[in-house]
Structure formats: structure tokens, C-alpha cells
């Protein structure tokens, strides 16, 4: 997957947020007869469906509906954790009871299992249920046990957790690739469509909240960017607002600069209130805001490489 490709699928990430955080608001455009839905709302299912075969394709991509989808790794994740949780609590129990040997098989990580490949980590996995049903405690069948922490229903989690990840069926590699080929070939359809769907939702929230709810529509834009991962693309992003004299909310505010001392650059907002430096570094920094009529603040930056750092701003007025 190229860096501006997985940069729109985070956008697509926020579009969909923010879908769900404005749904009270959205719910109140217009709906034309004989349309069951609002304009909004087509374009959001045309969104969706988009969006869902991109999910699809990324996962193809990246290997992981080589059996059937994403549930192969939500299993396999499943496994993994109920494995090592009571590995964990029996390791614990070994070191007291002083067996050396039985504390050392069950101090494994959850990446053993998940990171291994399917039979592997299906050996794996009962490899450590064994070793805990040997040593677990009964008083009827294994009073020489010393795992009196694992019960019976404990060990039956774990073998079903097993069997539910051994039923998963491999595909041939020959469909496999076959798969692969076709979600490559049609994920810049998918995006195209996501994008368009985009488009014409932003439209459709200026068309008819410019002016009433212009803040819904400047969030709106916000999730529509795309951040392009790699290091040149590692940045600060910022949304500055401010509450003005006499107003009951905060709105944004232009002509607030963003100036990181240690680097000595510096960005000034636009009327949405927006500020941005890219080609930064990873590491921590101080970023000043400053303006007329503005206190200035301060306030540690922490940027990780390949992403940019966003932050919402609030300044007070002097």
C-alpha cells in the first residue's frame, strides 16, 4: 500500500468519526420526495460501501484474508490471549511453588503464539494447555498438582479457543494471489468512488450549514485531509480557537502564529483557524501561540515520525 493511499484511509477514519459524532445534526437535512433518504445520506451509504471494500483490499494486501478475512486474525488473536492470560497466572503459581522447569514452558508472550504461523501457533497454544492440565490441581485426579489456580472450566476455554482457530481453512496460494491481483487492480476504483462520495457530502453540509453551523462544516473539512505518512510528511498540525468577548462558544481564530523554538519555524493560522508545519523531525518540542489581542501559550509537542501531531488550541483573549 503506497504512503498517500494509507494517508486517504485515515482520512476516511475521521470521515467516518465524524459521521457518527454529528449524526444528531445530520439526521436534520432534507429529505426530497420520493427519496427515502437525504442527499447526505446516499452519498454516506455510496461512502460506506467504499469504504468497506477498501478495508477488504488493504487486508488482501497485507496478507491477512489469506484464510477468510479478518476474522483469521480476530481468532487467532482470541487464542493467543486466552492462552497466554492463564499461562500468565500459572507461571506466577510454578515460581512460588519453586518448579523452575513448569515457570519457564509458561513464560511466553502473546506474540509466540500470534506472530507464528497457523500450525505453529496451533502447537504452541497446546503446548502450553498441555503443560497446564498436567500440573493442574484435582483432588480427585491430580492431587500432586500445584496449578491450583487454573480450573477445569479454564482449561475447556482454552481448548475451545483452539479448535475455533483450527477450523479456519487455508485457501490455495494460486487464489490467493488471484485475490491479491484483483483487490490491487480495483482498490484506486474504491478510492476514487470513497473520494467522490466525500466531495459531494462536503457540498451537500455547505449547501446548507455555511452559514448557520459553519463550524460542521470546517470539522467536516479537517477530516476530509489527507496526512501522507513517511518522514517528510512528519509535522504539527493545529486547530486554534478562541472565545470572543461576550460569546458563549469558541470559534477559530486567524493570524495566530505557531512558532517551535527549538527548530525556529513558524506557521500563521488561516480563517479556519488552522496551522500546520511539516518536514519536522521526531522529538519533543515547544510550540508558542501568539497573537494580537491573545495570551500567549505554550505547549510541549511530542511528534513521532511518519505522523503528524494534531492539537486543538485554545487561546483567551487579553
Same mark, same amino acid.
Given at each position: 500500500?503506497?504512503?498517500?493511499?494509507?494517508?486517504?484511509? /485515515?482520512?476516511?477514519?475521521?470521515?467516518?468519526? %465524524? @459521521?457518527?459524532?454529528?449524526?444528531?445534526?445530520?439526521?436534520?437535512?432534507?429529505?426530497?420526495?420520493?427519496?427515502?433518504?437525504?442527499? %447526505? /445520506?446516499? &452519498?454516506?451509504?455510496?461512502?460506506?460501501?467504499?469504504?468497506?471494500?477498501?478495508? &477488504?483490499?488493504?487486508?488482501?494486501?497485507?496478507?491477512?484474508?489469506?484464510?477468510?478475512?479478518?476474522?483469521?486474525?480476530?481468532?487467532?488473536?482470541?487464542?493467543?490471549?486466552? +492462552?497466554?492470560? %492463564?499461562? =500468565?497466572?500459572?507461571?506466577?503459581?510454578?515460581?512460588?511453588?519453586?518448579?523452575?522447569?513448569?515457570?519457564?514452558?509458561? /513464560?511466553?508472550?502473546?506474540?509466540?503464539?500470534? !506472530?507464528?504461523?497457523?500450525?505453529?501457533?496451533?502447537?504452541?497454544? &497446546?503446548?502450553?494447555?498441555?503443560?497446564?492440565?498436567?500440573?493442574?490441581?484435582?483432588?480427585?485426579?491430580?492431587?500432586?498438582?500445584?496449578? @491450583?489456580?487454573?480450573?477445569? /472450566?479454564?482449561?475447556?476455554?482454552?481448548?475451545?479457543?483452539?479448535?475455533?482457530?483450527?477450523?479456519?481453512?487455508?485457501?490455495?496460494?494460486?487464489?490467493?494471489?488471484?485475490?491479491? =491481483?484483483?483487490?490491487?487492480?480495483?482498490?484506486?476504483?474504491?478510492?476514487?468512488? !470513497?473520494?467522490? =462520495?466525500?466531495?459531494?457530502?462536503?457540498?451537500?453540509?455547505?449547501?446548507?450549514?455555511? @452559514?448557520?453551523?459553519?463550524?460542521?462544516?470546517?470539522?467536516?473539512?479537517?477530516?476530509?485531509?489527507?496526512?501522507?505518512?513517511?518522514?517528510?510528511? $512528519?509535522?504539527? !498540525?493545529?486547530?486554534?480557537?478562541?472565545?470572543?468577548? *461576550?460569546?458563549? $462558544?469558541?470559534?477559530?481564530?486567524? *493570524?495566530? #502564529?505557531? %512558532? +517551535?523554538?527549538?527548530?525556529?519555524?513558524? !506557521?500563521?493560522?488561516?480563517?479556519?483557524?488552522?496551522?500546520?508545519?511539516?518536514?519536522?523531525?521526531?522529538?519533543?518540542?515547544?510550540?508558542?501561540?501568539? *497573537?494580537?489581542?491573545?495570551?500567549? #501559550?505554550?505547549?510541549?509537542?511530542?511528534?513521532?515520525? *511518519?505522523?503528524?501531531?494534531?492539537? @486543538?488550541?485554545?487561546?483567551?483573549?487579553?
Amino acid at each position: 500500500m503506497k504512503n498517500r493511499q494509507r494517508g486517504k484511509f /485515515d482520512s476516511y477514519d475521521h470521515i467516518k468519526k %465524524y @459521521n457518527i459524532d454529528h449524526a444528531d445534526v445530520l439526521c436534520t437535512l432534507p429529505i426530497f420526495a420520493p427519496d427515502v433518504l437525504s442527499d %447526505y /445520506d446516499q &452519498e454516506k451509504a455510496i461512502f460506506d460501501k467504499a469504504y468497506q471494500s477498501i478495508s &477488504e483490499a488493504l487486508d488482501i494486501q497485507l496478507g491477512f484474508t489469506n484464510v477468510t478475512g479478518s476474522q483469521a486474525l480476530e481468532v487467532k488473536s482470541a487464542m493467543a490471549s486466552c +492462552i497466554i492470560k %492463564y499461562a =500468565a497466572i500459572a507461571r506466577i503459581k510454578a515460581e512460588r511453588k519453586e518448579n523452575i522447569t513448569l515457570s519457564a514452558v509458561l /513464560d511466553r508472550s502473546y506474540t509466540y503464539i500470534f !506472530a507464528a504461523p497457523k500450525q505453529k501457533a496451533i502447537k504452541y497454544a &497446546e503446548g502450553l494447555l498441555h503443560a497446564m492440565k498436567e500440573n493442574r490441581y484435582d483432588a480427585l485426579t491430580n492431587p500432586d498438582g500445584i496449578l @491450583n489456580n487454573i480450573s477445569a /472450566d479454564n482449561i475447556t476455554e482454552m481448548a475451545e479457543a483452539i479448535q475455533e482457530y483450527q477450523k479456519i481453512q487455508v485457501k490455495p496460494i494460486v487464489a490467493i494471489q488471484t485475490i491479491k =491481483a484483483v483487490s490491487t487492480d480495483r482498490l484506486p476504483l474504491y478510492i476514487a468512488t !470513497a473520494d467522490k =462520495a466525500i466531495k459531494n457530502m462536503y457540498d451537500i453540509l455547505f449547501s446548507h450549514f455555511s @452559514n448557520s453551523k459553519s463550524r460542521l462544516v470546517e470539522l467536516f473539512a479537517a477530516a476530509m485531509h489527507v496526512t501522507v505518512t513517511g518522514t517528510h510528511f $512528519t509535522g504539527i !498540525a493545529a486547530n486554534i480557537t478562541a472565545l470572543a468577548p *461576550g460569546a458563549e $462558544t469558541v470559534s477559530p481564530i486567524a *493570524g495566530i #502564529k505557531m %512558532y +517551535i523554538t527549538e527548530l525556529d519555524k513558524s !506557521a500563521v493560522s488561516t480563517i479556519s483557524g488552522v496551522v500546520s508545519l511539516k518536514s519536522i523531525k521526531a522529538g519533543t518540542y515547544n510550540a508558542v501561540f501568539s *497573537g494580537e489581542g491573545v495570551l500567549t #501559550k505554550i505547549i510541549s509537542v511530542n511528534v513521532i515520525s *511518519g505522523k503528524t501531531t494534531n492539537l @486543538n488550541v485554545e487561546l483567551h483573549h487579553v
